[in-house]
């Protein structure tokens, strides 16, 4: 996508509307820059350690892997998963607890740079632990 120099004034409700256009692999990236934007405005002297891993801890799981893997499970939940299906979802899953991993090894490394425990950082950072089920 090429990208353009504009100015322009908007107001909250229409940023907020181009917003809601962008596809989901964008938005995400949007908002992990808007989370590391806010995190400077609360925390001005943030090292360039601090914000590149905010920005990791922020990034989502890409969206291909998102949509299919959010299709796989409703299908087990509708118990009409095929074998090969499984197969996947099984993969797929493996997937994206790697990816949490990493989003959790991230905590730690900011935690310890911060010198705070890894469910103060948690606290402050406004992120819940995940609950499965």
């Known amino acids: 996508m090429p990208v353009i120099q504009l100015e322009a004034q908007l107001s909250?409700?229409?940023l907020f509307k181009a917003v809601q256009q962008m596809p989901r692999n964008e938005l995400e990236k949007?908002?992990?820059w808007v989370l590391a934007l806010r995190a400077q405005y609360y925390a001005p002297r943030l090292?360039?350690?601090e914000s590149e891993l905010l920005l990791k801890i922020n990034r989502g799981l890409p969206f291909d892997l998102q949509r299919r893997y959010d299709e796989l499970t409703e299908k087990r939940r509708a118990e009409t998963l095929t074998p090969e299906e499984y197969e996947e979802l099984l993969r797929l899953t493996e997937q994206v607890e790697k990816l949490h991993v990493e989003r959790l090894e991230y905590l730690c490394?900011?935690?310890?740079?911060?010198?705070v425990s890894l469910p103060a950082l948690m606290d402050e950072l406004g992120i819940?632990?995940?609950a499965y089920v």
Request: glycine fraction near 0%.
């Open 128 to 130: 819940q632990p995940r």
């Open 47 to 49: 090292s360039e350690a």
């Open 30 to 32: 949007f908002v992990a």
């Open 12 to 14: 909250m409700e229409q």
């Open 109 to 115: 490394k900011l935690a310890d740079l911060r010198q």
